[in-house]
């Protein structure tokens, strides 16, 4: 008899299990099938306001389209309105000159600009050693005017300016020059392989290592900084002073690299996707610097920068020094190519640091305010190391830290 009950028992159970699943599957399958309808139809109404636009344009447009402007322009107005602010649409030409510049087959000429706010000309901020920049005698404090027949007041921002001067190793390119002391020059340069340093490194203030760092972007970041942190301990720095300022962190682990360098074992920084899911970045080892540690930011300080100076502050205990930063905590897609060499950025994930926080939107509040005044940011790219008072601020931070 009692067997009877028990596989009666087990018969209804197994129903009742086979019912939930069932019942499971179906509401699992409803959501997909809702899911998949919605997207359909917003992909259907989508593609029918843009051809009644493109049915309007056509039939009663006096000037012609060009279509491959047209379409590049659809794609980079599709990234604009899907709400990433950080999603970016590479037309074909665009994609090429960053794939280029990446592998080496395109190159500058040896310095780094920015559009100056007053003459509109590239400002030249950085020349590079041993590249056609130095060799023909060009200077920080001048500036390119012209890049060919093309005024670089013409030129939209730094980017376009700095996009105008690459080329392929050999090719030549005739530049507009105005000395720091305002002679004009016409210039003829060829282009040339050459390596670009992120890492600057000098002792100031007696005995306060101070490291500049423009950028997170190559895999010898890393390797530069912690060279550069090794010969200021070498040399009896008894504090250090990162300058993160204007570096937007692009290469997230050339930056996760660099400040396991700094900070004890642990969790350094995780990801989090858009379902809600973890991925650890990086776990740091038990090396560290013990010498007390400044990062000097301001508003340009973004992304993997932004990730080494908080690992800093909160895993090393060092001192954020400056303005707050940009609040680009976000983790980027590879570029997407697409069948006509055109390509595309966007965001996949939320950075968070080794306490589960995001700075994403509201950046990272430093410690110690070193605002600028109006004159000092006029002024901003004539400052020297000696002179420029946000690096005093940093300075003077640091070796408080070392009772001096």
């Known amino acids: 008899m009692s067997k009877k009950v028990s596989l009666a028992v087990a018969a209804t159970v197994t129903l009742i299990a086979m019912a939930v699943t069932f019942s499971i599957t179906m509401v699992v399958s409803m959501n997909m099938f809702n ?19 493109d049915r309007y344009v056509r ?8 279509e491959d402007t047209l379409n590049d322009t659809i794609a980079s107005g599709y990234m604009l309105g899907i709400s990433d602010k ?18 080496g087959r395109l190159m500058g000429i040896g310095v780094a600009v920015v559009k100056d706010p007053s003459s509109g000309y590239g400002r030249i901020i950085r020349v590079y050693d041993n590249t056609p920049a130095s ?4 200077q920080v404090g001048g500036f390119i005017t012209a890049v060919g027949e093309t005024s670089t007041r013409n030129l939209t921002d730094t980017a376009a300016i700095t996009s105008a001067l690459v080329g392929e190793e050999g090719t030549t390119i005739t530049v507009k020059y105005l000395t720091p002391d305002r002679q004009e020059q016409t210039l003829e340069l060829t282009h040339a392989n050459y390596t670009t340093p ?63 360098y700094c900070v004890p074992a642990g969790l350094m920084a995780q990801s989090q996707s858009n379902t809600g899911e973890l991925e650890d970045l990086r776990v740091s080892d038990d090396r560290s610097v013990s010498l007390p540690m400044v990062c000097l930011v301001n508003g340009n300080t973004a992304g993997g920068a932004e990730l080494f100076a908080n690992a800093l502050r909160k895993m090393g205990g060092a001192s954020l020094v400056g ?38 939107d509201v950046g990272l509040t430093p410690d110690v305010d070193a605002s600028l005044s109006a ?11 000696d002179t420029d008072p946000q690096i005093s601020k940093a300075v003077n931070a640091a070796l408080s830290l070392t009772g001096q």
Request: include cysteine; charge should be negative.
């Open 375 to 385: 004159d000092e940011q006029n002024s901003y790219y004539d400052f020297t190391i």
């Open 86 to 103: 950080y999603a970016r649409y590479y037309s074909a030409k665009a994609y090429s000159e960053r794939v280029g510049l990446e592998s």
């Open 35 to 53: 899911n998949t309808v919605s997207s359909v139809k917003n992909k259907e109404r989508m593609y029918n306001k843009l051809s009644e636009v």
């Open 59 to 66: 039939a009663n447009e006096y000037f012609t389209i060009n």
């Open 135 to 138: 060799e023909i005698g060009m």
């Open 198 to 260: 992120t890492v600057f490194s000098q002792m100031t203030a007696g005995t306060c290592g101070y490291i500049r760092i423009d950028a997170f972007s190559t895999t010898t970041t890393a390797t530069d900084f912690r060279a550069a942190v090794d010969n200021l301990a070498n040399q009896g720095a008894t504090c250090l002073v990162f300058d993160l300022r204007d570096n937007t962190g692009e290469n997230l682990n050339a930056a996760l690299v660099s400040a396991d």
């Open 323 to 360: 303005t707050t930063t940009a609040g680009k905590g976000v983790l980027l897609s590879d570029p997407q190519s697409f069948s006509d060499g055109s390509a595309a950025v966007i965001t996949i994930g939320l950075l968070l640091d080794n306490e589960g926080q995001t700075w994403n």
